[in-house]
């Protein structure tokens, strides 16, 4: 034992993850983060402005779905990336909050991060980075709010006519830009008959028809929903109505077949008989105090039989069951009425009105209307159009201009759109940045010029050279700020050209929510330094490794 050399001790390795779990850190992740949504921005960037591109996608189901609509599109894509699902929640947060600038707020996140990967790179610490966006996101938002201008509600000519110029620019670069001032109109009327206060968009119905021409497309001043599934004696109910008298239920009106688990013990062939009349009892009650109230249309949400069917048609009234809930609210909310939930001493005073009920024919389908509702706190657009996927795109389009109207609405500030407010705001952050020392300067230099990605990719898109136009619109903006405020590209003109003039309009609130997300995004990727995956189960039961042996099924091995 003397004679033996001493061995060196040798360190036990310590395991803090389990074993295959992948760690990377550092600057290499920080700079591999905006690498990956750099790509996700290149994805979109061409969908951008009234000449952007289209894109299809195809999903895992054979689902086609052709859109130029960045949240559609983000929504759509597979991105396994961690932090580039950052831009998909982003693009998700702005059409649910104004609507439209989807697209714009997720190349305004990318242009961000691609300005300041050098900084990154060169071993600026991302906390510095992320001081000077937030610094310059409270320069831009307030520098938005404070050239912005008021729109007059007194005159309503003239507050109607905004609206639509609003309106028309979210459709400028759809696929409905073609047909702007027909669909311009149906949507200003639509947003107008809603609720002023509650400005509640769901109330707005959108029903899809294929077949004809985008202009076959209606408004309905009331609620329409397609004709449920019916059951016989339909046919013999009468399809209209004038001043009619509605009740809405959430009651089933059909005899329930008995259940595979259900069990009655009887001792006569009457008393199984009276179970039988019992259960007729019971629905003809159901019927007899529906018909008391003097309702002429019955909408339920739950199945209506074929017996409640033919006994409605004996009595010259019209039913409809199965339908569905956002139809049904819409019409409680036109009707004045409420979903009653059982038909016991249901009265005339819960039944709901209108000037007019008719079923009626459009396109291939047969379509419930009711139209002139005393309380008519919403309507319903009826599209028409040829593939399916091309309506579906219509709807889409038309979503973005109702929350676009409705944010006009409710915050009374405009703003130039085609990159002008971009180029303001630009102008302004580089002044202000001359004004203050040490590495913050650069980073509000890096977002300035960042901004400039809006009317950049505008004139890429069109075909324009973009050098020319970004250096005419830097050089009239920094002569004149007062004078050139709203200039920006004009892409039916091909020049720079005043664009409040021309009456390209967008709600403030579009612009400074995409500025806040797009930066709040930025700083939150940019935030991350270390990302740890785990490994997959290789194991579909999600256990450790199977304990060795034959088991049930296995191969006997060696015989």
Not at 417 to 441: D, H, P
Request: glycine share 8%.
């Amino acid at each position: 034992m003397a004679g033996r050399g001493q061995m060196p001790m040798m360190q036990p390795q310590v395991i803090v993850l389990k074993e295959g779990t992948d760690t990377s850190q550092g600057v290499p992740q920080l700079l591999s983060n905006i690498s990956a949504c750099l790509a996700i921005c290149d994805t979109i960037r061409t969908t951008l402005g009234p000449r952007g591109m289209d894109k299809l996608i195809v999903d895992s189901q054979g689902r086609v779905t052709i859109s130029n609509d960045g949240a559609t599109i983000m929504k759509l894509l597979d991105v396994v990336q961690p932090a580039a699902r950052t831009l998909v929640d982003i693009a998700r947060a702005q059409d649910a909050e104004v609507g439209d600038g989807t697209t714009s707020v997720v190349l305004l996140a990318g242009e961000l991060l691609k300005e300041v990967k050098d900084y990154v790179d060169e071993g600026v610490s991302s906390q510095t980075i992320i001081k000077g966006f937030r610094r310059a996101a409270d320069l831009a938002i307030n520098h938005i709010k404070e050239i912005a201008v008021d729109t007059d509600r007194s005159d309503k000519a003239k507050f109607r006519e905004l609206l639509e110029k609003c309106a028309a620019t979210s459709m400028n670069s759809k696929l409905i830009g073609s047909q702007k001032e027909f669909f311009t109109k149906m949507v200003v009327d639509a947003v107008m008959r809603l609720d002023q206060d509650e400005l509640n968009e769901d109330m707005i119905g959108i029903k899809k028809i294929p077949g004809g021409a985008m202009q076959d497309s209606i408004l309905v001043d009331g609620v329409a929903f397609k004709k449920s599934f019916s059951y016989a004696g339909f046919e013999q109910q009468p399809k209209s109505f004038d001043s009619p008298k509605i009740v809405c239920l959430n009651v089933e009106l059909e005899l329930k077949a008995e259940k595979d688990n259900a069990e009655v013990r009887v001792d006569k062939v009457s008393e199984y008989q009276a179970i039988v009349d019992a259960e007729w009892k019971i629905i003809f009650d159901k019927l007899a105090s529906i018909v008391a109230t003097g309702a002429n249309v019955v909408l339920s949400r739950l199945p209506i039989g074929d017996l409640a069917t033919q006994y409605f048609a004996d009595r010259n009234i019209f039913c409809a069951g199965r339908v569905s809930k956002d139809d049904l609210d819409r019409v409680c909310e036109a009707m004045g009425c409420r979903v009653q939930s059982t038909t016991t001493d249901l009265t005339a005073k819960h039944l709901g009105v209108c000037e007019r009920f008719e079923e009626c024919q459009i396109g291939g389908q047969r379509f419930n209307v009711f139209k002139g509702c005393p309380g008519a706190k919403t309507c319903t657009i009826i599209l028409r159009g040829g593939a399916e996927q091309f309506i579906d795109e219509v709807e889409r389009s038309l979503h973005d201009s109702i929350m676009v109207v409705r944010r006009a609405v409710k915050n009374q500030t405009v703003v130039a759109g085609g990159g002008a407010i971009e180029m303001e705001v630009s102008r302004y952050l580089r002044e202000t940045a001359r004004q203050i020392e040490g590495k913050q300067q650069l980073i509000i230099t890096a977002v300035a010029k960042a901004l400039e990605v809006i009317p950049r990719q505008l004139c890429e898109n069109a075909g324009f050279d973009t050098t020319d136009f970004i250096t005419q619109l830097r050089a009239r903006h920094a002569q004149d700020p007062e004078r050139y405020r709203w200039y920006g590209v004009d892409i039916e003109e091909e020049a720079v050209t005043d664009l409040f003039a021309k009456f390209v309009w967008e709600p403030a609130l579009v612009k400074t929510n995409a500025i806040a997300s797009a930066i709040e995004a930025a700083c939150l990727i940019l935030s991350v330094d270390e990302t740890v995956t785990s490994q997959k189960s290789q194991d579909p039961m999600a256990g450790g490794q199977p304990m060795p042996g034959r088991g049930r099924g296995m191969p006997m091995g060696g015989r």
